[in-house]
């Protein structure tokens, strides 16, 4: 599924260096929004790297890898919240700012499926259909994403009536987001809730009218609902595996493809997405399939090999053990960047 018509592309070219890709993005956005409007302008990227050389790899691996840096430093940079995050408004980033950030997700999602699921999906169905589409009952779940897991657990605790709701654990949590109202247990639903809508709905005001503004035409794309494109994105270790596509044809071939299959099962969330960042450029579910090639590489030079475009992955079929694999991808997974060198 495609969102859009891409029989008329035409594209443009936007260069980011790998250290700054969130500035240099807003930045070309705001300067060349007119032109990047177009809804069949596709985006091709250009990566300088750290030491100021332009990386070689090109295609879709490489615009699927920039818009994941984006959003991961995004929300390091202008969001608060935990397991959901929310934008904040920040010094120095004005109306021009926030609406090329809105821009460059639209076409995202238009050329690449690509949608950023760690946004609190209350904040972005109050973006896309107003403040009307949210239920208490969404507020309330999204509250306890939104807190950190220990002022969650407590939460949760207080309103099954296992501690207090006036203790001292709820009113720290109550003063620390500037809640001055009295808990009881009549009324401390009620307070979440409304800690829940200023968290989420009222504090992103500003954005959230810049946002809606530029991405009305999002809806018309947008097939199936928010909640759905959320589920679909989200990696599980199920979808990973089920993105694999491979053909062993020999004992080694077939032994080294349960190594990396054991290896996916025994990944946490954070590593999950390293290892699809990896292999597909994207931390999001936004490829059909991942090839495995198998290929005979040893000595200093065995190692996996990712052709993000493909995607593709070439899997060495010389390790003797699950361990091997398991040392050899998790030096890679460690990494903090992979330089996209392959065209």
């Not at 794309?221 to 062993?248: G, R």
Request: negative net charge; contains cysteine; aromatic residues 8%.
């Amino acid at each position: 599924m495609r969102p859009v018509d891409t029989s008329h592309e035409q594209t443009i070219q936007i260069i980011v260096h790998r250290s700054t890709v969130l500035s240099d993005v807003i930045q070309q956005f705001k300067e060349k929004r007119k032109t990047l409007d177009g809804p069949n302008l596709r985006m091709i990227f250009q990566v300088v790297d750290n030491k100021g050389k332009k990386e070689r790899g090109a295609g879709t691996g490489v615009v699927r890898d920039v818009i994941a840096t984006f959003w991961g430093k995004f929300y390091d940079a202008l969001t608060d919240g935990t397991q959901v995050r929310v934008p904040t408004i920040r010094h120095g980033y004005h109306a021009e700012e926030w609406d090329a950030i809105a821009l460059f997700l639209m076409k995202g999602y238009i050329q690449c499926e690509y949608f950023p699921v760690s946004l609190s999906r209350v904040f972005i169905k109050v973006v896309l259909h107003g403040e009307a589409s949210i239920s208490e009952e969404e507020l309330m779940t999204e509250l306890l994403r939104f807190l950190s897991i220990d002022e969650a657990d407590t939460i949760r605790e207080c309103l099954s009536e296992n501690i207090a709701c006036n203790s001292d654990e709820i009113l720290d949590i109550l003063s620390s987001y500037g809640v001055r109202q009295l808990p009881s247990n009549d009324n401390i639903r009620e307070i979440f809730i409304k800690l829940a809508h200023k968290e989420i709905i009222q504090k992103p005001n500003y954005i959230t009218e810049r946002w809606s503004a530029v991405l009305q035409p999002l809806k018309k794309c947008l097939s199936n609902s928010i909640d759905e494109v959320y589920l679909k994105l989200e990696p599980t270790t199920k979808k990973v595996l089920q993105l694999l596509k491979d053909e062993p044809t020999s004992s080694d071939e077939r032994a080294v493809l349960g190594y990396l299959k054991r290896f996916i099962r025994g990944l946490e969330v954070a590593k999950l997405k390293r290892f699809l960042v990896f292999t597909t450029g994207s931390d999001l579910m936004v490829c059909d399939s991942l090839s495995i090639n198998f290929v005979k590489l040893d000595g200093l030079g065995r190692r996996p090999v990712a052709h993000t475009c493909g995607p593709c992955l070439e899997l060495p079929t010389t390790y003797q053990s699950f361990p091997e694999l398991r040392e050899e991808f998790s030096s890679i997974l460690s990494l903090s960047t992979w330089e996209m060198d392959i065209v």
